[in-house]
């Protein structure tokens, strides 16, 4: 009995201690009261609120004798100012205005609670974690003297900019509307797509200090259960100070942190993401960010686009194909022209072989240093008109062109070939948006193989490659399903999109059952059943 | 537990540098940029009195040919010549091609060449013995590269010529050489077909012809008969028709005939060409030519219509006559001057009397020369042009 006393003692101040640092002062204990004297309240509100301008503290006082004490307290300009004074504020005053304090406390608590409030959106805080956390979150919490409780009511205005289409994600056909950085607004948008109540949004929050809203959602009965799990399971792991953005989220939960390529997926568009939820995936929303995440994300995903299941299903077939290829052209066209023109003279046809010949013909650099070199300054232009105010990007085009292009040329510091090849191996990247930045990297890899080794060193890369991505495996799921392991009835929207009509089967990979744990758990062998 | 990860992790890394050092120890091995290489596009091979072998090579300037295709050259620089032409002598072509170096800038490059031509005193001496080189080296193209026999000529000479056609002589060479799709006029010989014809004792080899024409060009024409890797004699054009008739080579020519008036000239458009031998009491009897060709015609100086069955069956037959007389002329050159078995009638014996051909094989040739010669020719004349007739006056 004595020990657990002492271990209780040394695990209590522990926490203490660590909430001391982690609330920087206002220290809140998990099960602080309310106090039920309104002066008390405003003492401990203004204690943990000093220095807060933007708190907000109204005291209301009504009934016969002033007999009635309440105080509403917000965070001035996250409420709807006006939506709080028509549902609130008046309906209270004017309820209570000729009342006489005869009733028990509780009946006024009760009344307000029923009768009084005319808004739908009411809970209840018990202590002051809660009322802290509420009032952080934009809700205005009423406090009534006497009661240890408090109500809070959902007065939140609506924040940020309205739904527009997304920069990033284009689409010819199919619905303009993206996700915005407003959480209840994305959610609304997918609710507006599915409407079923098997579209499960279950919320959450992350981020000790920003206390960020998450929320998982899923189909119930599509999505499988062991995979919701698992996304539940690596959230409630994280354990950091902020989430700014759901690319920490992605960070955190990603299977392999290493890896190159992506094994969460991330959408603005609505349509595509509704998608992804039919065919049993999870999405996790993180508010103040339009970017949604998918799990499990497949490596077939980065060449899928919405557009493919808008159209006709021979386009559909023959623009995957065509990505696939911008994705090998972006990722070996370097290499394979350093291999060309250094090793395997005997495999070009004669003429090119002069054309060849004669563009290298002055330039001081070897091929490798000139495709380094050329690559660099693309991706140092590319950087450029991603950061860089836009006004000025008419400027940086200008001398990209003329400097990269022309001049280099002219100056014989690098050859029309290679401005050539630089040129088309940007086009295809741009292609294939979610592997850019692997492909980015592994180009590099791809350019330093075949210098030293010819052909060899480009298919010795392309095989480790290729073994790490069979290897990889997104929340259990293996990467490069449906090819390996090989799913026959999941093929229909892979490199081949059949027609909507022909799609009959929901994807059975990801409705496998046993799949693996957390990274870093022990892998276990995946059985399809079939 | 968290141990036996480390000790992956230094595994892991031990590796990762063990094969770093590996990549960058080896150098850059084989590596070869292509502005430090000569392409060669044209080689020569003769040999001199005293046995020496003398290459000539013809390399590309890649950057001169570039300015003239493109039709502009550097301002101010003269002309730079799209190719230049080096021999060197030496023990081997081997040994010649690499003491080359010593007057030649960049490491010389066999991959890109075009066309060999083997001069005439080479061939006269045998051409087995050169060849050796160009099966062994593996920068060799085999089925790119033209061979030809230089008659008349040193290969010296011919690949120095400076054609208006094409910026490389090479290329111009080897397009009049390819033309004999239309012509049938020249035997085609690519590298690979030689290996292959040196390889087989039932068939001898013959290589195409090419000869100087005035300074500035080639022309080649008629096709250079071998007898055991030694050249044995010539075949005129018609001869090398003849040939090429037999052995099922043509493609498509014109054979000219005689009329009532005027002339006609045939347009081959199809031919089909067998041999075969009979035997007979275990011993071969009869050497049998089968050709089947289909012609249009193409033009008559006559004043004629040609719209009746029996005008047609009369062409038909006087073509036929025509090419039997190529072959039969073709036949009596390679047994009687030349006693070189051109047609491959060797490999019918080896392929179905295999017994027999073992004891034959070395005397092959003699055997061939005695033996009696059939010669079928089925012509068929399909069409007429788009005319008839020639168009009249009078109507």
């Given at each position: 009995m004595?020990?657990?006393?002492?271990?209780?003692?040394?695990k209590?101040?522990?926490?203490?201690?660590?909430?001391?640092?982690?609330?920087?002062?206002?220290?809140?204990?998990?099960?602080?009261?309310?106090?039920?004297?309104?002066?008390?309240?405003?003492?401990?509100?203004?204690?943990?609120?000093?220095?807060?301008?933007?708190?907000?503290?109204?005291?209301?006082?009504?009934?016969?004798?002033?007999?009635?004490?309440?105080?509403?307290?917000?965070?001035?300009?996250?409420?709807?100012?006006?939506?709080?004074?028509?549902?609130?504020?008046r309906?209270?005053?004017?309820?209570?205005?000729?009342?006489?304090?005869?009733?028990?406390?509780?009946?006024?608590?009760?009344?307000?609670?029923?009768?009084?409030?005319?808004?739908?959106?009411?809970?209840?805080?018990?202590?002051m974690?809660?009322?802290?956390?509420?009032?952080?979150?934009?809700?205005?919490?009423?406090f009534?003297?006497?009661?240890?409780?408090?109500?809070?009511?959902?007065?939140?205005?609506?924040?940020?900019?309205?739904?527009?289409?997304?920069?990033?994600?284009?689409?010819i056909?199919?619905?303009?509307?993206?996700?915005?950085?407003?959480?209840?607004?994305?959610?609304?948008?997918?609710?507006?797509?599915?409407?079923?109540?098997?579209?499960?949004?279950?919320?959450?929050?992350?981020?000790?200090?920003?206390?960020?809203?998450?929320?998982i959602?899923?189909i119930?009965?599509?999505?499988?259960?062991?995979?919701?799990?698992?996304?539940r399971?690596?959230?409630?792991?994280i354990?950091?100070?902020?989430?700014?953005?759901?690319?920490?989220?992605?960070?955190?939960?990603?299977?392999?942190?290493?890896?190159?390529?992506?094994?969460?997926?991330?959408?603005?568009?609505c349509?595509?993401?509704?998608?992804?939820?039919?065919?049993?995936?999870?999405?996790?929303?993180?508010?103040?960010?339009?970017?949604?995440?998918?799990?499990?994300?497949?490596?077939?995903?980065?060449?899928?686009?919405?557009?493919?299941?808008?159209?006709?299903?021979f386009?559909?077939?023959?623009?995957?194909?065509?990505?696939?290829?911008?994705?090998?052209?972006?990722?070996?066209?370097?290499?394979?022209?350093?291999?060309?023109?250094?090793?395997?003279?005997?495999?070009?046809?004669?003429?090119?072989?002069?054309?060849?010949?004669?563009?290298?013909?002055?330039?001081?650099?070897?091929?490798?240093?000139?495709?380094?070199?050329?690559?660099?300054?693309?991706?140092?232009?590319?950087?450029?008109?991603?950061?860089?105010?836009?006004p000025?990007?008419?400027?940086?085009?200008?001398?990209?062109?003329?400097v990269?292009?022309?001049?280099?040329?002219?100056?014989?510091?690098?050859?029309?070939?290679?401005?050539?090849?630089?040129?088309?191996?940007?086009?295809?990247?741009?292609?294939?948006?979610?592997?850019?930045?692997?492909?980015?990297?592994?180009?590099?890899?791809?350019?330093?193989?075949?210098?030293?080794?010819?052909?060899f060193g480009?298919?010795?890369?392309?095989?480790?490659?290729?073994?790490?991505?069979?290897?990889?495996?997104?929340?259990?799921?293996?990467?490069?399903?449906?090819?390996?392991?090989?799913?026959?009835?999941?093929l229909?929207d892979?490199?081949?999109?059949?027609?909507?009509?022909?799609?009959?089967?929901?994807?059975?990979?990801?409705?496998?059952?046993?799949?693996?744990?957390?990274?870093?758990?022990?892998?276990?062998?995946?059985?399809?059943?079939? | 537990?968290?141990?036996?990860?480390?000790?992956?992790?230094?595994?892991?890394?031990?590796?990762?540098?063990?094969?770093?050092?590996?990549?960058?120890?080896?150098?850059?091995?084989?590596?070869?940029?292509?502005?430090?290489?000569?392409?060669?596009?044209?080689?020569?091979?003769?040999?001199?009195?005293?046995?020496?072998?003398?290459?000539?090579?013809?390399?590309v300037?890649?950057?001169?040919?570039?300015?003239t295709?493109?039709?502009?050259?550097k301002?101010?620089?003269?002309?730079?010549?799209?190719?230049?032409?080096e021999?060197?002598?030496?023990?081997?072509?081997?040994?010649?091609?690499?003491?080359?170096?010593?007057?030649?800038?960049?490491?010389?490059?066999?991959?890109?060449a075009q066309?060999?031509?083997l001069?005439?005193?080479?061939?006269?001496?045998?051409?087995?013995?050169?060849?050796?080189?160009?099966?062994?080296?593996?920068?060799?193209?085999?089925?790119?590269?033209?061979?030809?026999?230089?008659?008349?000529?040193?290969?010296?000479?011919?690949?120095?010529?400076?054609?208006?056609?094409?910026?490389?002589?090479?290329?111009?060479?080897?397009?009049?050489?390819?033309?004999?799709?239309?012509?049938?006029?020249?035997?085609?010989?690519?590298?690979?077909?030689?290996?292959?014809e040196?390889?087989?004792?039932?068939?001898?080899?013959?290589?195409?012809q090419?000869?100087?024409?005035?300074?500035?060009?080639?022309?080649?024409?008629?096709?250079?008969?071998?007898?055991?890797?030694?050249?044995?004699?010539w075949?005129?054009?018609?001869?090398?028709?003849?040939y090429?008739?037999?052995?099922?080579?043509?493609?498509?020519?014109i054979v000219?005939?005689?009329?009532?008036?005027?002339?006609?000239?045939?347009?081959?458009?199809?031919?089909?060409?067998?041999?075969?031998?009979?035997?007979?009491?275990?011993?071969?009897?009869?050497?049998?030519?089968?050709?089947?060709?289909e012609?249009?015609?193409?033009?008559?100086?006559?004043?004629?219509?040609?719209?009746?069955?029996?005008?047609?069956?009369?062409?038909?037959?006087?073509?036929?006559?025509?090419?039997?007389?190529?072959?039969?002329?073709?036949?009596?050159?390679?047994q009687?001057?030349?006693?070189s078995?051109?047609?491959?009638?060797?490999?019918?014996?080896?392929?179905?009397?295999?017994?027999?051909?073992?004891?034959?094989?070395?005397?092959?040739?003699?055997?061939?020369s005695?033996?009696?010669?059939?010669?079928?020719?089925?012509?068929?004349?399909?069409?007429?042009?788009?005319?008839?007739?020639?168009?009249?006056?009078?109507?």
């Amino acid at each position: 009995m004595g020990d657990e006393g002492v271990f209780e003692k040394i695990k209590n101040s522990n926490r203490a201690a660590k909430q001391n640092i982690n609330s920087d002062g206002a220290c809140i204990d998990e099960n602080e009261p309310i106090p039920q004297a309104i002066e008390a309240v405003k003492a401990r509100l203004g204690e943990i609120f000093s220095g807060c301008s933007d708190f907000m503290y109204r005291e209301i006082v009504c009934g016969e004798n002033n007999c009635i004490k309440m105080s509403v307290a917000y965070i001035n300009g996250f409420v709807d100012k006006r939506v709080l004074n028509q549902d609130v504020v008046r309906p209270v005053l004017d309820y209570f205005s000729n009342a006489i304090l005869q009733d028990k406390r509780n009946r006024i608590y009760e009344q307000l609670k029923e009768c009084v409030v005319n808004n739908s959106d009411i809970k209840e805080a018990e202590n002051m974690r809660q009322v802290v956390d509420n009032i952080v979150s934009g809700e205005a919490l009423l406090f009534i003297d006497g009661e240890d409780r408090a109500l809070v009511i959902g007065v939140k205005a609506p924040q940020g900019r309205q739904v527009s289409e997304p920069d990033t994600e284009v689409s010819i056909r199919g619905a303009r509307e993206g996700f915005v950085e407003n959480l209840l607004t994305n959610t609304t948008l997918i609710r507006k797509r599915i409407k079923n109540p098997n579209l499960k949004l279950e919320i959450m929050q992350l981020g000790e200090q920003t206390k960020t809203d998450i929320c998982i959602c899923y189909i119930k009965g599509i999505a499988n259960e062991e995979i919701v799990k698992e996304v539940r399971d690596r959230l409630k792991k994280i354990k950091t100070d902020a989430i700014l953005d759901s690319g920490y989220i992605e960070q955190f939960i990603s299977d392999s942190r290493l890896s190159l390529f992506p094994t969460v997926g991330n959408s603005e568009k609505c349509d595509k993401l509704a998608g992804k939820l039919l065919e049993g995936r999870v999405a996790i929303f993180c508010d103040g960010t339009p970017y949604v995440l998918t799990v499990p994300y497949l490596y077939i995903e980065s060449i899928q686009a919405s557009d493919d299941y808008y159209d006709h299903a021979f386009f559909a077939t023959f623009m995957r194909l065509l990505r696939l290829l911008a994705l090998l052209v972006s990722n070996l066209l370097p290499g394979m022209y350093v291999a060309l023109v250094g090793f395997h003279h005997t495999v070009i046809p004669f003429k090119l072989m002069i054309t060849l010949a004669a563009s290298r013909q002055g330039i001081p650099f070897s091929p490798f240093t000139e495709a380094v070199l050329m690559i660099l300054a693309f991706e140092l232009l590319r950087e450029a008109g991603v950061r860089m105010p836009r006004p000025i990007g008419q400027s940086l085009s200008i001398v990209g062109a003329l400097v990269l292009g022309e001049a280099s040329v002219a100056a014989g510091i690098s050859s029309n070939l290679m401005v050539i090849i630089v040129a088309i191996t940007a086009v295809c990247s741009f292609v294939v948006p979610p592997l850019i930045r692997a492909t980015m990297l592994i180009r590099f890899v791809f350019l330093a193989a075949a210098n030293f080794l010819g052909f060899f060193g480009i298919s010795s890369v392309f095989v480790a490659v290729f073994i790490h991505l069979c290897r990889l495996r997104s929340f259990g799921i293996p990467y490069m399903a449906p090819f390996s392991p090989l799913t026959a009835s999941d093929l229909k929207d892979s490199l081949v999109v059949v027609p909507i009509w022909a799609m009959v089967t929901r994807p059975r990979i990801l409705r496998q059952e046993n799949v693996k744990g957390a990274a870093g758990v022990k892998r276990q062998e995946v059985r399809l059943k079939r | 537990m968290k141990c036996r990860k480390d000790k992956y992790a230094v595994k892991i890394a031990i590796l990762a540098v063990l094969s770093t050092v590996l990549l960058l120890l080896t150098g850059c091995w084989s590596y070869r940029d292509l502005t430090e290489i000569n392409m060669v596009t044209a080689l020569g091979v003769d040999r001199l009195e005293d046995g020496k072998v003398l290459v000539t090579v013809q390399v590309v300037e890649p950057a001169a040919i570039q300015s003239t295709a493109s039709g502009k050259g550097k301002g101010g620089v003269t002309q730079q010549k799209p190719v230049f032409v080096e021999s060197y002598e030496g023990e081997t072509v081997f040994d010649a091609l690499t003491s080359m170096l010593s007057i030649v800038d960049k490491k010389l490059f066999l991959g890109t060449a075009q066309v060999l031509i083997l001069g005439e005193g080479l061939s006269k001496n045998g051409i087995n013995e050169v060849m050796d080189f160009f099966q062994r080296n593996h920068e060799m193209e085999y089925d790119t590269v033209d061979v030809l026999v230089a008659k008349d000529v040193t290969p010296k000479d011919l690949l120095k010529i400076e054609t208006d056609m094409d910026p490389i002589p090479a290329m111009y060479i080897k397009k009049t050489a390819e033309n004999t799709v239309s012509r049938a006029k020249v035997k085609r010989t690519m590298m690979i077909d030689l290996i292959k014809e040196m390889g087989n004792s039932g068939r001898q080899a013959v290589i195409g012809q090419v000869a100087k024409e005035g300074e500035k060009e080639v022309r080649t024409e008629g096709a250079a008969v071998f007898r055991d890797g030694k050249l044995a004699g010539w075949l005129d054009p018609y001869a090398t028709r003849g040939y090429l008739f037999a052995t099922g080579e043509v493609k498509s020519t014109i054979v000219n005939i005689p009329a009532d008036s005027g002339k006609i000239s045939m347009e081959v458009i199809r031919s089909k060409g067998k041999v075969n031998v009979v035997f007979r009491n275990g011993e071969p009897a009869l050497l049998t030519i089968q050709v089947v060709l289909e012609a249009n015609v193409g033009e008559y100086e006559g004043e004629r219509k040609l719209d009746s069955p029996d005008d047609l069956h009369r062409l038909e037959e006087t073509l036929g006559e025509e090419v039997k007389k190529e072959i039969r002329m073709t036949v009596n050159l390679a047994q009687k001057d030349y006693s070189s078995d051109i047609f491959g009638f060797g490999t019918q014996v080896h392929k179905y009397h295999p017994q027999y051909w073992k004891k034959v094989k070395d005397g092959w040739n003699d055997t061939f020369s005695k033996l009696p010669v059939d010669i079928k020719v089925d012509a068929r004349v399909t069409r007429t042009g788009f005319i008839k007739g020639q168009i009249k006056k009078d109507g």
